[in-house]
């Protein structure tokens, strides 16, 4: 139980994180497709801006060129072109202004930039403003025309392109880029971090009640032993002794109910303190021992051979490969014959049930294979839960559904995994996989060719 509660914790824990961690994700995506449209629409500001400001000394490049008669002259461009906000030498570097009279002649230029593309548009479109994309920058082309109202339509005075460079702002998208990945990265470690004291929190009220109910359970099947124990004896008693010679026939068929089923409860509660020192993670590791499994598994198959032959059935012992685990014996061999159990109850008269055992690298696996009915897919993981029944009319008064749920903490206990399988003729296989002791293991890797 304990360890379910640690697993649900680590899940929500996960998922929380997750949700959080998306939702910081979906922002940081917001936030970076926003700056970029923002850094775009003031590029075209920046842009337009200029082109204006250009555009307004066009009629007075234009003249100075018409007055300069030395070709060897150039008219330069004047300094208001530069934007108030930054400096001469910036702007120079990061900006180009072209300046054409009606004819499409160069008048001047302005700037060191070199754009990574045409700054003239096609022919066919250059009597209309438009945006000119560039590799490294973004262009703006513009014809300039004298609009006065004395004219009849306006007048073609000449083209404007201008270009800005947009290294600077994307350096700051780098940089910003750079933020958001850091920041992202250390607020979903905080997600998780808060999110698991979320859970914690959440779960404890969980926790104590669980707690609570595994100490009553406790408490109550050991102050139940007692009582049973003194019926059991005073049972005992009466019928070995002369007190039942006068009585009728029926009072010691009653008597005979009473003890069975008192035998079967406290089978019952023997199991409940099994399952609730489980539950509360009581670990004895004095008890540990190395053993080898081949050994267990023959004196199971000498202890039950018997029995299973007066129930019609045939107890088979398949070792492939030895192997050597650390295990409480006892706790051990309770959960094989709680197996064992599960297979002669569902195995049909004249069946084979196989006790196997094989070793991989690091892990012992061990099975119980019969040839009953099998277990269908969908509840392969719910047979250990507690009390489970999947034919109650089977079982028997005898099970009560503990059987596997015991053989699953047992498995837990060692660090091990038990599992449900289809067996290969078609019944239930149930599987232990246990870690093989740390001499086995070496074992094992020294026989691995190098």
Same mark, same amino acid.
């Given at each position: 139980?304990?360890?379910?509660?640690?697993?649900?914790?680590?899940?929500?824990?996960?998922?929380?994180?997750?949700?959080?961690?998306?939702?910081?994700?979906?922002?940081?995506?917001?936030?970076?497709?926003?700056?970029?449209?923002?850094?775009?629409?003031?590029?075209?500001?920046?842009?337009?801006?200029?082109?204006?400001?250009?555009?307004?000394?066009?009629?007075?490049?234009?003249?100075?060129?018409?007055?300069?008669?030395?070709?060897?002259?150039?008219?330069?461009?004047?300094?208001?072109?530069?934007?108030?906000?930054?400096?001469?030498?910036?702007?120079?570097?990061?900006?180009?202004?072209?300046?054409?009279?009606?004819?499409?002649?160069?008048?001047?230029?302005?700037?060191?930039?070199?754009?990574?593309?045409?700054?003239?548009?096609?022919?066919?479109?250059?009597?209309?403003?438009?945006?000119?994309?560039?590799?490294?920058?973004?262009?703006?082309?513009?014809?300039?025309?004298?609009?006065?109202?004395?004219?009849?339509?306006?007048?073609?005075?000449?083209?404007?392109?201008?270009?800005?460079?947009?290294?600077?702002?994307?350096?700051?998208?780098?940089?910003?880029?750079?933020?958001?990945?850091?920041?992202?990265?250390?607020?979903?470690?905080?997600?998780?971090?808060?999110?698991?004291?979320?859970?914690?929190?959440?779960?404890?009220?969980?926790?104590?009640?669980?707690?609570?109910?595994?100490?009553?359970?406790?408490?109550?099947?050991?102050?139940?032993?007692?009582?049973?124990?003194?019926?059991?004896?005073?049972?005992?008693?009466?019928?070995?002794?002369?007190?039942?010679?006068?009585?009728?026939?029926?009072?010691?068929?009653?008597?005979?109910?009473?003890?069975?089923?008192?035998?079967?409860?406290?089978?019952?509660?023997?199991?409940?303190?099994?399952?609730? %020192?489980?539950?509360?993670?009581?670990?004895?590791?004095?008890?540990?021992?190395?053993?080898?499994?081949?050994?267990?598994?023959?004196?199971?198959?000498?202890?039950?051979?018997?029995?299973?032959?007066?129930?019609?059935?045939?107890? %088979?012992?398949?070792?492939?490969?030895?192997?050597?685990?650390?295990?409480?014996?006892?706790?051990?061999?309770?959960?094989?014959?709680?197996?064992?159990?599960?297979?002669?109850?569902?195995?049909?008269?004249?069946?084979?049930?196989?006790?196997?055992?094989?070793?991989?690298?690091?892990?012992?696996?061990?099975?119980?294979?019969?040839?009953?009915?099998?277990?269908?897919?969908?509840?392969?993981?719910?047979?250990?839960?507690?009390?489970?029944?999947?034919?109650?009319?089977?079982?028997?008064?005898?099970?009560?559904?503990?059987?596997?749920?015991?053989?699953?903490?047992?498995?837990?206990?060692?660090?091990?995994?038990?599992?449900?399988?289809?067996?290969?003729?078609?019944?239930?296989?149930?599987?232990?996989?246990?870690?093989?002791?740390?001499?086995?293991?070496?074992?094992?890797?020294?026989?691995?060719?190098?």
């Amino acid at each position: 139980m304990r360890a379910d509660l640690r697993r649900t914790r680590r899940r929500l824990t996960l998922r929380y994180g997750l949700f959080a961690s998306g939702l910081l994700l979906v922002f940081a995506l917001g936030v970076w497709a926003e700056v970029i449209r923002a850094n775009a629409d003031l590029l075209h500001q920046e842009v337009e801006q200029l082109a204006s400001t250009a555009a307004s000394h066009l009629v007075l490049l234009h003249h100075e060129s018409d007055e300069m008669r030395t070709p060897s002259r150039r008219v330069h461009a004047p300094v208001p072109l530069i934007l108030p906000s930054a400096s001469l030498e910036f702007h120079q570097q990061h900006q180009r202004i072209l300046w054409f009279d009606d004819e499409l002649r160069e008048i001047v230029a302005s700037g060191s930039f070199r754009p990574a593309g045409p700054m003239l548009p096609p022919a066919a479109s250059r009597e209309r403003a438009q945006w000119l994309p560039l590799a490294n920058g973004l262009a703006y082309w513009r014809p300039v025309y004298n609009r006065q109202l004395g004219l009849a339509r306006p007048l073609l005075q000449g083209y404007v392109s201008v270009a800005l460079a947009s290294e600077s702002s994307r350096a700051e998208l780098q940089r910003l880029r750079q933020g958001l990945v850091i920041g992202g990265l250390l607020a979903s470690a905080v997600a998780f971090a808060g999110s698991q004291w979320m859970v914690a929190v959440s779960l404890e009220p969980i926790r104590r009640q669980i707690e609570r109910l595994i100490r009553f359970t406790a408490d109550a099947s050991h102050e139940l032993r007692h009582p049973l124990t003194a019926i059991r004896a005073l049972i005992g008693s009466l019928r070995h002794g002369s007190l039942l010679d006068a009585s009728p026939p029926e009072l010691g068929q009653r008597l005979a109910l009473i003890d069975q089923t008192s035998a079967r409860m406290g089978r019952l509660l023997e199991d409940l303190l099994l399952l609730s %020192r489980s539950d509360r993670a009581i670990d004895d590791r004095k008890g540990l021992v190395e053993l080898g499994l081949e050994e267990l598994l023959e004196d199971l198959v000498d202890l039950h051979e018997a029995e299973a032959e007066a129930a019609g059935l045939r107890l %088979r012992l398949a070792i492939e490969s030895p192997a050597r685990v650390r295990a409480h014996p006892e706790r051990l061999r309770q959960l094989l014959e709680n197996l064992l159990g599960n297979a002669r109850r569902f195995s049909p008269s004249g069946g084979t049930i196989t006790l196997g055992l094989s070793r991989s690298r690091q892990q012992a696996q061990l099975w119980v294979e019969d040839q009953g009915p099998g277990i269908p897919a969908a509840q392969r993981t719910l047979v250990f839960e507690r009390f489970w029944q999947a034919d109650p009319a089977r079982s028997g008064p005898d099970h009560h559904g503990l059987g596997l749920a015991i053989a699953q903490a047992i498995a837990c206990d060692h660090g091990g995994r038990l599992q449900a399988l289809e067996a290969s003729g078609g019944g239930c296989r149930m599987q232990l996989e246990l870690p093989l002791a740390a001499a086995a293991t070496a074992a094992a890797g020294s026989e691995t060719p190098g």
